[in-house]
């Protein structure tokens, strides 16, 4: 069984500051994390995963997630916020062996971006 | 550029009616997925197909059903609308354990 806790539903941060989304999941083999980025009324966009390789990941807009086992998280960053970030921020496991087909998805951080 | 093509953007319906929601993608992945997504509760998984004819009820396949006749089509079917199918609905594809490609969304009204 897999499961993601995305810790706070909302977040605000001022233009330029650090962005932090928290991502906790459980798995019940080694995982594959995905975090993914949601504009007004489209679709789900991939920022990036984490398929076992390197455990800091860098995505598209400058964004990157470290995967830390011993603590069971892939939290999102971006250095410096920036407006055209505001959006909707969802992190999904998926296993990486066995039957399971499926991306399990966190219930998603609406992040606002303060000028 | 790849891409998964949802028919309908916007649809308004009547409670009883009969719903088709049509999704196709062109990157010949072996898995097609149905989400609903409500705020505050996440995307949540109704049904999915890992190949032609083949489905498995994902966690809220109540009041759906699934029709996968092609690889590359997806259509979720609402037998009998009710208001609480109110929602946004989201196609993916899948290639093996790779990410998802969603298409743009379904938002569907039921009155």
């Known amino acids: 069984a897999q499961s993601v806790t995305q810790l706070g539903s909302h977040v605000s941060v001022s233009e330029g500051a650090l962005v932090l989304l928290r991502c906790n999941y459980s798995s019940s083999v080694p995982p594959y994390l995905f975090w993914y980025v949601q504009y007004p009324n489209q679709g789900l966009q991939l920022l990036l995963k984490?398929?076992?390789?390197?455990?800091l990941v860098k995505g598209i807009n400058g964004f990157e997630a470290e995967f830390k086992k011993s603590e069971t998280s892939f939290h999102l960053t971006k250095p410096s916020a920036h407006m055209s970030d505001a959006a909707e921020y969802f992190c999904a496991v998926s296993e990486s062996s066995g039957s399971a087909r499926q991306l399990t998805f966190g219930s998603g951080t609406q992040l606002t971006v303060l000028p | 550029d790849v891409k998964v093509t949802q028919s309908s953007r916007y649809l308004v319906k009547r409670t009883g009616e009969k719903v088709f929601l049509e999704c196709v993608q062109d990157?010949?992945?072996?898995?097609m997925f149905w989400y609903r997504q409500d705020p505050g509760l996440g995307l949540r998984l109704i049904y999915f197909?890992?190949?032609?004819?083949?489905?498995e009820k994902g966690d809220i396949p109540e009041g759906y059903s699934v029709s996968r006749e092609k690889k590359e089509r997806f259509s979720l079917i609402l037998e009998s609308a009710s208001t609480n199918q109110t929602s946004m609905y989201l196609c993916?594809?899948?290639?093996?354990?790779?990410?998802?490609?969603f298409g743009e969304g379904s938002r569907l009204t039921v009155l």
């Open positions: 990157m010949d992945h072996e898995n």
């Open positions: 984490y398929t076992s390789a390197a455990t």
């Open positions: 197909s890992y190949d032609v004819k083949m489905k």
């Open positions: 993916a594809s899948r290639r093996g354990r790779g990410e998802l490609f």
